[in-house]
């Protein structure tokens, strides 16, 4: 059914366009922009303003680029 398949895509997605994060103290890297506001506790829109340079970042993450 169409609930099953929408539970399905939720309890495992992944998304290719997102961007991975990394706290530049703990050297801790995340999935999500969504796991980053879990553990801090603060809005989505709130973290993804500051990491894309639209308001003053005062977190210690920022957008992880692997090499």
Do not use: D, H, Q
Request: hydrophobic share 30%; net charge positive.
């Amino acid at each position: 059914s169409i609930s099953r398949v929408r539970l399905m895509k939720n309890e495992n997605y992944k998304n290719p366009s997102s961007k991975k994060i990394i706290n530049t103290i703990t050297n801790e890297v995340f999935n999500t922009i969504s796991e980053v506001c879990k553990k801090e506790n603060i809005k989505n829109s709130t973290l993804s303003m500051m990491l894309n340079g639209k308001n003053k970042n005062k977190t210690n993450y920022i957008f992880y680029e692997a090499k």
